[in-house]
């Protein structure tokens, strides 16, 4: 369900960052063991052979509060996502990629997890935006939209009600990346995800270069 359209009058030009679950912690969680080695609580595992870092992004499921009161189930579904090329666009070491949508589950919390990419690669972009708390329907705020690069060892947790882009891949060297996505579902289409449209939406500038974004 499409709640709004908004109406920006301009691109306004957002500058991805790299993923960390410090960067991100206000939309949700990562899954990143090369940032949280060491900083996560962890034990032994596997007779020694593992490390297990314990509680290491939310899990939630509101569905309780859904005015349908249509049961819902846990999924693990499977996302193929392909680089969106026709709205990317390439100039010296940086790209742009026009961001023209947002998304919420309100209910649940969402869980990329990219498999079989080179952890060392910067593989997706995360978009994501702070709820406008003002508005009756919590829609997102325009002015207040962020965008992390993630390579291909991370993973991400949107929070539930957290305003997100669909998955952007932008490593345009592969056919696809396939991501295992983990979320509570009841069939209920708005109660499943909500959806804003922005016009002429936003441009995003990452750098695939490994000195740089």
Same mark, same amino acid.
Request: glycine share 4%.
């Given at each position: 369900m499409v709640l709004k359209t908004f109406e920006l009058g301009k691109r306004p030009h957002i500058v991805a960052e790299p993923l960390t679950p410090e960067a991100f912690a206000p939309y949700g969680g990562v899954i990143s063991a090369d940032h949280q080695l060491h900083g996560a609580e962890s034990s032994s595992a596997n007779y020694g052979t593992a490390t297990k870092l314990h509680k290491v992004a939310p899990v939630s499921n509101n569905y309780s509060n859904a005015p349908s009161g249509k049961k819902e189930t846990a999924n693990w579904n499977i996302f193929r996502c392909k680089a969106p090329s026709h709205l990317i666009k390439h100039g010296g070491s940086r790209s742009v990629y026009l961001c023209k949508v947002l998304e919420r589950h309100p209910f649940t919390t969402q869980t990329f997890l990219p498999m079989g990419q080179d952890l060392r690669k910067k593989s997706f972009l995360? *978009?994501?935006?702070?709820?406008? !708390?003002?508005?009756? !329907?919590? #829609?997102?705020?325009?002015?207040? *939209?962020?965008?992390? #690069?993630?390579?291909?060892?991370?993973?991400?947790?949107?929070?539930?009600g957290t305003w997100h882009a669909p998955m $952007?891949? $932008?490593?345009?060297? *592969?056919? @696809? #990346?396939?991501?295992? $996505?983990? *979320? @509570?579902e009841n069939g209920v289409a708005d109660e499943d995800c909500q959806e804003c449209y922005f016009e002429p939406g936003y441009n995003v500038e990452y750098s695939l270069d490994s000195s740089k974004l």
């Open positions: 995360v *978009i994501v935006a702070q709820t406008d !708390e003002a508005t009756p !329907e919590k #829609l997102p705020d325009p002015s207040r *939209i962020r965008a992390f #690069l993630c390579k291909g060892n991370q993973s991400v947790t949107y929070g539930a $952007v891949v $932008v490593d345009e060297t *592969i056919p @696809h #990346l396939d991501f295992a $996505v983990f *979320i @509570h």
